[in-house]
């Protein structure tokens, strides 16, 4: 029901007239009256009923022909389900009110949900466009990049969603790294999706974290029991509570390559709204069923090794395995033990080298430690940025090295510093450097400081008078 039928039957509210050059002008009673008229005699006396009663026409030509193609006959006790999933849930049940039965239920969040009722933080937005500006990186890298950085959950609204790449991240981050992933499709978009998972590769393990639902959008009932319904065009993603990409991006291959598109990250307190919001249409939602794609079996996973932590050596320790009076008595021990030797030929034991053993010991101190949660992870490619001096060594002239960049090539400003200058030129005296030679006198001798002498006198001589009148006025 619409909100001005909703304040209509409100006894105490006053009912203003508001025309279309106001802008809170939303609701025609014209509008609607040929809206009925549309549905339930056609096309033709729609128009008729517009040059009639005088009123602009408000619909464009697909418009009309979206609404005559979509309507449909309103049946309070058939449902889109089994459109969309083959078959329907349960379609004994009668329209009939039960109290301890309803027709379908709610959409809930069973695999968790962050509730954040504390401070986001600040709110910071960045605007992203494709194709990319001033070296900005491209749209998809950037919800890439937002979906490998969840630890806690990801919600999903989508009108089309048929981008491998993207899809295979979120199984991934479901499936390996156990992130619950949400997914609110557009109705219409639903079979174009289940086509696109028969290709993407999945086993039934993809499916523990992993919820696909759908919706549409409003729907507009006429007195003639006729039914429409609108289309979901929002399009975001909800990362983990305190982030969003929000904007006009599909997740298709034509939007990423052919499209023209702009996306807004934000992050802090404004990613409440998608909250809010995200949760409103999961409710409202209906599921998915995916159960009839070809699922391959669920693989074992490999075993996480557990690694025992080393203990950690002494001060005291430590300095005594780099003692090499420690290392003498230490072999002498082993020597008399047995260990650290070897079986000859004859079956006596001989000793190991003493610089063999000493590596052994530094090799075992130096031993570094590592977490176990860092074991078996991938190491992160740096990039070089240090400046290299060149070889071989430059000339005694060359006091540095500065870099040049191209200056006709565009700026990136995501790369690193050493990236963006390609050339280098060195700084160069402009006179060859010497070094001043000093001879030395054969025998040393008290240099002379007759100038300094001289200049001393002349100043005593030119005191002596202002001394002089002083003594006579006291």
């Known amino acids: 029901m619409a909100l001005s039928q909703i304040q209509c039957l409100d006894e105490d509210y006053i009912n203003v007239r508001i025309n279309e050059t106001k802008p809170e002008f939303l609701y025609s009673e014209e509008r609607r009256i040929a809206l009925e008229i549309l549905f339930q005699d056609g096309l033709e006396a729609y128009e008729a009923h517009l040059k009639a009663q005088n009123v602009q026409g408000f619909l464009s030509d697909s418009e009309l022909e979206y609404l005559t193609r979509t309507v449909m006959v309103y049946n309070p006790g058939d449902t889109d389900q089994s459109k969309i999933n083959g078959e329907g849930e349960d379609n004994n049940v009668?329209?009939?009110y039960w109290p301890e039965r309803s027709d379908y239920s709610l959409s809930d969040l069973d695999m968790g949900w962050p509730d954040i009722t504390t401070y986001r933080g600040v709110t910071r937005a960045t605007v992203y466009t494709q194709p990319p500006m001033d070296g900005q990186p491209h749209i998809k890298e950037i919800f890439r990049k937002t979906i490998a950085q969840a630890h806690k959950v990801i919600g999903v609204v989508m009108d089309m969603f048929t981008d491998v790449d993207i899809f295979k991240d979120l199984?991934?981050?479901?499936y390996r790294r156990r992130v619950a992933v949400y997914i609110i499709l557009e109705a219409t978009g639903v079979p174009h999706f289940l086509r696109m998972c028969e290709s993407a590769g999945m086993h039934k393990g993809h499916l523990k974290n992993l919820r696909v639902n759908y919706t549409q959008g409003s729907e507009f009932c006429t007195r003639s029991s006729k039914r429409v319904c609108g289309l979901l065009s929002q399009k975001f993603m909800f990362v983990d509570g305190d982030k969003s990409v929000s904007g006009s991006y599909s997740f298709t291959w034509t939007a990423s390559r052919l499209d023209l598109n702009v996306v807004t990250l934000l992050t802090g307190n404004a990613v409440e709204t998608f909250d809010m919001l995200f949760r409103e249409l999961y409710f409202t939602s209906r599921a998915v069923n995916l159960s009839k794609l070809k699922l391959d079996e669920e693989p074992e996973l490999e075993p996480v090794r557990q690694v025992v932590p080393e203990s950690i050596v002494s001060a005291e320790m430590a300095r005594k395995l780099y003692s090499a009076k420690y290392t003498l008595v230490n072999s002498a021990s082993l020597k008399s033990n047995g260990t650290h030797s070897s079986m000859n030929k004859s079956g006596n034991t001989t000793p190991l080298p003493?610089?063999?053993?000493?590596r052994q010991l530094r090799m075992l101190a130096e031993e570094?430690?590592?977490?176990p949660g860092l074991v078996d992870m991938e190491k992160?490619?740096?990039?070089?940025?240090?400046?290299?001096?060149?070889?071989?060594?430059?000339?005694?002239?060359?006091?540095?090295?500065i870099n040049i960049r191209d200056p006709n090539k565009p700026f990136q400003a995501h790369l690193m510093r050493s990236e963006l200058f390609e050339t280098s030129q060195a700084i160069r005296f402009k006179e060859p450097f010497e070094m001043p030679v000093e001879h030395l006198p054969e025998k040393a001798t008290p240099r002379h400081r007759l100038e300094n002498a001289d200049v001393l006198a002349s100043m005593k001589t030119d005191q002596l008078p202002v001394q002089t009148l002083k003594n006579k006025g006291s």
């Open 380 to 401: 992160a490619n740096m990039t070089n940025y240090l400046p290299t001096w060149p070889e071989p060594d430059p000339p005694s002239d060359v006091i540095g090295i």
């Open 171 to 174: 199984l991934d981050m479901s």
């Open 368 to 371: 570094p430690r590592i977490h």
């Open 94 to 96: 009668p329209s009939e």
């Open 354 to 358: 003493m610089f063999i053993q000493l």
